[in-house]
Each structure stands twice: as C-alpha cells, then as structure tokens.
C-alpha cells in the first residue's frame, strides 16, 4: 500500500551561527501595523509639504490668482467728437447716456441692516425704484426678482435718470455709459457727415474718413467682486478713463447747404429727372461750401432710405461732362498758341472728320464764328476744328492737369476718379468727341475744381471738406495745406474767363445774376440708357472770381439743355451765396468778345 508524502517546504534560512531565522508572514498583524504606519507617514510628509508650498513659498501666487478670479472688467466707452460746419453750428454729436442693469441676486439685501425701514428688500427697491424709471411697481418687482446675474433694466437712459436710480444705492443695481450719435440737422449735409451703425462703427461719409481722429480711446473700469457679485469696496479697484474723441469743423456752410439741397431737388423735381447734385467751392481756397446730392437720406434714420441715396454722389458717380468740357479744349489751344478769341470758323451744322460724322445739338445754317462764338454757341463742330490743332497727347495731357481721372483728394469715401483713357485709345469717333467733353467721365466735384482753375488765375486748388480740428478754446488746428497747381498762364486765364464772360450775356442769359457779371459754361450730355444729363458750371463776379458752382440734373427723359434744366438753378443758388457770403457787386462792365466774323 503506497504511502501518502507531504508537500516539500523549503528550509528556513540560517543565521551565520547556524541558529534558524523564523519566517515573517505578510498577513501577520504586526507587519500590517508597520506598513499602515509608513503609508501614513509618507502621506503626511506630502501634504504638510504642499502646505508648506501653497502658504509660503507660493502664498503669493495663489493669492493674485484668487484675485485675478474675483476681478471684473467694463469698458468706458469714449465719446465721439462733434461734426460743425464752418461756423460751429454741430451737425453730429454724442450725447451721454447709461444703460441701467441688475444683479438680481443682491437687490434683497437692500435695506437689511436698516432698523427703521418697515419694507426691505425686493419690495421696498421698486417701490423707490418704479417711480424714477417710469414703470409701474409689479413691473418693477418682475425686473428686480430672480437669480439672474445681469440683465438689463433700461437702455440709454439720460444722466439725471441714472443719478437719480445711483442715488438709491440698491444693491446690485449699475449703470455704463455709452453714447448716443445725434445729426440735429437731419438730412442737411447728412451725404457729407455719414453716419455710424447701432454699434457705433463709423459706416459712411466723413464719420468714416475720420475715423481715428472722431472715435477717441476707450476707458475701462476693474474691481473685484465678492461671492454675491457685488463690488468689494476695499478690493482691487482701478479706473482708466476714457479719452473722447476730437471734433471736427467742416469747410461747408449749413444754410448754403441746406440752400443747396433745395435748389438741386426742385431742378430735379421740375424735369423729371431722377436725380441731381449741387457744389459751391471757393476757387481761391479750395473750401467746399456746400455739397448737395438729391434725393439723400437722414443720418438719424438712414435705413429709412434706399442704399442708393446714402452715398455721396457727387464725388463718386461719374458721367460725361459734354460741352462744359469744351473749356479745356480751348485753354489748351490759347495756352500752345494754335488759337486765339478773335481765331474765325466756318462752321457748317455737320461736318466729317476721317469719315466721322460730328453735328451740332440743333440745326442751324453755316455759321461764320470767332474762337470766342465757338464758345458761345456751343458748336461741337467748331470745336473739334479747334482741337484738331493739337495732338491728342498735349489734350489728354492737358484734361490730367485739369485734375480729370484722378481723385480731387476731398476726403470723403467712396470717391471716383473718373474715367479719362490714355490718349491712344483715343480711337475712331472717340478722338473727336473728347474735344467737346464726351469719351471721358467725371464727377461733379472733379468738374466744378476744374473750373475753379479760371476762377484762380489758371491755378487749382484741390478741394477740401474739413477745415481741421477745433482745439477746446474754440480755434481750429488746419489738417493741412491743400495742393495749388497751375494749369495754365494768368494771360490765358484772363482770355478764359472773358470768352466764358460773353457765353453768359448778362441779363438775357438763365444763369445770369442781377448786379453781377457771371462767366461759365452749359453742358448736356446723352447717357447710354437713352436719359441726359445737364449740367452749368460758372462764377461770379466774373472780373474778380471766388465762388464757383455747378448744378448737375441726372437721369432727364428728354433732351433739356443745360441752359433750360441747370442754369435757373445756378442763378437761384448763386444769388443766395453772393448775398449770404458778402461778396459785393463790383460794378464792372462786361468786355465781350467778337462772336462772328
């Protein structure tokens, strides 16, 4: 019978006497006991070292960060600067205002530690606040209860309103300024001043150009709240206050522009056309006086117009001038010396050039006209008699010195420079009709300057809407000298300005000015749609110019001349700017020209 043998263990180990070492076991209670103690004591030693990290070695760090975690942050909006015209009368300006807002979790503290106030709380705040904002109680009461961290009360409220809510010192009940953009005259100047969006972002005329110089720096406002949101009065509190913005004094004159405006809508109104602007510029200055575009729009309210009428036509909407850009054509012909006023033509009603038909606007018999009588009667065939006597380089480069296919540098968005090809695309018809102010587009201003140089000695000077900066003593910091450049010869601006003197027969003519001597030119000009525009550009008085002004009808149904469409306008308009400008009658006679010969 097999014998059963017992699992083999292995021996104790032995001690260098021999002596056998007993075996500890792990589950033995006094070596639980000693592994427990030194899981403690390693646990110990970690946390009393973190401890002694966070509040010493780090206290400071832990601290700014608790702090950085309670602080809060608010902008100070800047204010805008003012927009004035000439004389100061403000055409935009911020108002002050506050948007009230609450931290409902607080306003039950209001009047806790009072030990007369029987209504505390919720109740008793709209019931003090109710009256001051205009509301009722209960709806006050709605407003103030619930657990909402902000929200807001009332927006753009005036600051007495918000003095007045402060001066309650409810709990959690604050206010931020911001402005609100106001133009107290409407839609006078509203296509040169601009406007800004709900947002306060500058979106159209010179509150965008302007930009920078307008908007100011934001401020801002940090302090440290506690655990309900309140502000911690001793806290960490700093305000940077806000830099407002500078204002601005425009070159225009608000009852010349509003004159203006009036002027161009009944010309436009009165033809049927679709649209029209008005420029008064002083030649001598370069200041635009006024700048009027019809129909515009109202800067308060400019969705209430369509986007087509919140631009600034005429400094970007281009046309061809037509026969007002006959003048150039002339000045450059007396300034190279290939024509003077007493010059003769035969000038047949039509007339064929390398095969190119050119006609006059109405039929007439052959006429027998002087330089000075081309002029006069407008006749696109004696016109291009006369620039046939130049090459179409020194007309082209005489029509860039004018200032035309470049912008005038006004300063106003969105501005165009018009449309003048280089001379040798000047091909086909194109190199005759650009004698009489067709094959090239311009804008209403580019064209007025353009005149201007007659009406400063043969020098233009660039245009310019912004006077400068008024300073808080009431002056004006200049932005800046505008461009003079001479176009041609004081000889040959004299003989200019007499030719145009005789175009506008004092007295008989629609453009003429009781007591004064006008100089200037009509022009009409038919548009590929199959609509004309009409245009008179002139100044007065014509023996020592200073203000130039063009009226432009757009859009007319019809073939209507700029004599019938513009020049009563010009008359009307020039009339009031003589008169408020007090600019006196100088009593000169004319000195016409010879017409025919």
């Not at 973190?50 to 702090?67: K, N, P, T, Y």
């Amino acid at each position: 019978m097999a014998t059963r043998t017992s699992p083999r263990r292995s021996p104790a180990p032995r001690t260098r006497g021999g002596g056998w070492i007993p075996r500890a076991r792990l589950g033995a209670p006094a070596v639980r006991h000693r592994f427990l103690l030194t899981l403690l004591l390693v646990m110990a030693l970690a946390l009393s070292g973190r401890l002694i990290w966070i509040q010493g070695l780090d206290a400071s760090a832990r601290a700014q960060e608790a702090v950085k975690q309670r602080m809060v942050e608010r902008t100070i909006p800047a204010l805008r600067g003012q927009i004035a015209d000439r004389h100061g009368t403000v055409l935009a300006d911020s108002v002050e205002r506050y948007d009230l807002w609450v931290d409902q979790r607080q306003v039950g503290d209001y009047l806790k530690n009072s030990t007369t106030a029987t209504v505390k709380g919720i109740p008793a705040a709209a019931r003090e606040l109710a009256p001051v904002l205009g509301w009722t109680i209960e709806e006050t009461t709605t407003a103030l209860t619930g657990d909402r961290g902000f929200l807001y009360l009332r927006k753009n409220v005036e600051p007495e309103v918000r003095s007045a809510v402060m001066a309650l010192k409810i709990p959690g009940v604050g206010s931020d300024r911001v402005a609100d953009r106001v133009y107290p005259a409407g839609s006078v100047g509203g296509n040169i001043v601009g406007f800004v969006g709900a947002d306060g972002a500058a979106l159209a005329g010179a509150e965008l150009t302007y930009n920078e110089t307008l908007a100011g720096t934001n401020g801002r406002i940090e302090y440290e709240r506690g655990a309900g949101g309140q502000m911690i009065p001793t806290g960490n509190n700093t305000v940077t206050p806000a830099q407002d913005g500078e204002s601005l004094a425009l070159t225009i004159d608000r009852d010349l522009q509003w004159k203006a405006q009036q002027t161009v809508a009944g010309a436009v109104d009165a033809w049927g056309a679709t649209g029209g602007s008005a420029v008064v510029y002083n030649a001598r200055t370069g200041e635009v006086l006024a700048l009027a575009d019809y129909p515009t729009y109202d800067p308060n309210a400019p969705a209430d117009s369509p986007d087509t009428a919140r631009g600034n036509k005429s400094v970007s909407n281009v046309f061809e001038p037509g026969s007002t850009g006959k003048v150039f054509t002339f000045a450059a012909a007396i300034e190279e010396g290939v024509a003077s006023p007493s010059s003769q033509y035969t000038v047949d009603y039509e007339q064929y050039f390398n095969g190119e038909r050119i006609k006059d606007s109405h039929h007439h018999p052959t006429q027998r006209l002087t330089l000075a009588g081309v002029l006069k009667n407008s006749s696109n065939v004696g016109t291009v008699q006369v620039s046939e006597k130049m090459t179409p380089q020194v007309r082209y480069d005489y029509l860039r010195k004018f200032g035309l296919g470049a912008p005038t540098g006004v300063g106003l968005p969105g501005e165009s420079a018009g449309i003048v090809h280089a001379p040798e695309k000047w091909t086909g018809r194109t190199r005759y009709t650009t004698g009489f102010g067709q094959g090239y587009s311009v804008t209403a201003l580019q064209m007025v300057c353009a005149m201007g140089t007659f009406a400063n000695d043969g020098v233009r000077v660039q245009p310019s809407i912004v006077k400068g900066v008024r300073q808080a003593d009431g002056s004006v910091r200049p932005l800046g000298e505008p461009t003079r450049t001479r176009v041609i010869s004081s000889e040959t601006n004299e003989t200019m300005v007499r030719m145009m003197d005789t175009a506008v027969e004092d007295g008989k003519h629609k453009a003429s000015v009781p007591q004064y001597t006008v100089a200037g030119k009509t022009g009409t000009a038919q548009v590929p749609d199959g609509t004309y525009t009409a245009s008179f550009i002139g100044f007065a008085p014509a023996d020592n110019p200073e203000i130039v002004i063009g009226v432009f009808v757009f859009g007319l149904p019809s073939f209507i001349s700029g004599s019938k469409a513009a020049a009563p306008a010009f008359s009307e308009l020039m009339a009031y700017t003589l008169q408020t400008q007090g600019i006196a009658p100088t009593g000169a006679a004319p000195r016409p020209y010879e017409t025919e010969w």
